[in-house]
């Protein structure tokens, strides 16, 4: 594994005046992407593996694993009202599932070669951007490829 690949996930208190650590959780698998929820419910780990899991706000709230991706999750995003992630991997796949319950809600598949390496869904449009030197505009309730543009190859 690369050593710039973490093998923990810690949540901070951005308001302490000290850095204080609120909670923390080992991985044996390296964490590729990370992304917080807006409203604060929940941080989403991006892994090596393919594997994305969801850590609850809560001191009681235990971890969900997502699985789905075959290799691993490069990117991920929450949308606005926090109710869905989409993550992006190098299997060249954006999927998007229920962030509370960590439900598969579909798979986008138009780009062609390599690795995904951003996702920003803001309201029913979602933005992928990929190897294939193309962003791609998804509508993420029907889950069509609503446009797309291509750069310099």
Known sequence: MPRW????VG????????????RSWALAEGVWSLAYA?????????????????????PQ????????????VTSLAFSSNSRVLASAGQDRTVRLWTAEFGQPL????????GAISGVRPTGDLLA??????????????????TGDATGPS
Not at 5 to 8: D, I, K, Y
Not at 46 to 55: F, N, Q
Not at 128 to 145: F, K, P
């Open 5 to 8: 690949l973490g093998q923990s």
């Open 11 to 22: 949540l901070w208190n951005p308001h302490a005046r000290r850095k204080k650590l609120l």
């Open 38 to 58: 807006p409203d604060g419910w929940a941080l989403a780990a991006g892994l090596l593996t393919g594997e994305i899991v969801l850590y609850p706000r809560g």
């Open 61 to 72: 709230a235990n971890r969900v694993t997502l699985t789905g991706h075959s290799y691993p």
């Open 106 to 113: 579909g798979t986008l598949t138009n780009h062609t070669t």
């Open 128 to 145: 992928s951007g990929g190897d294939d030197a193309t962003i791609r505009l998804w509508n993420v309730t029907d889950q069509r490829e």
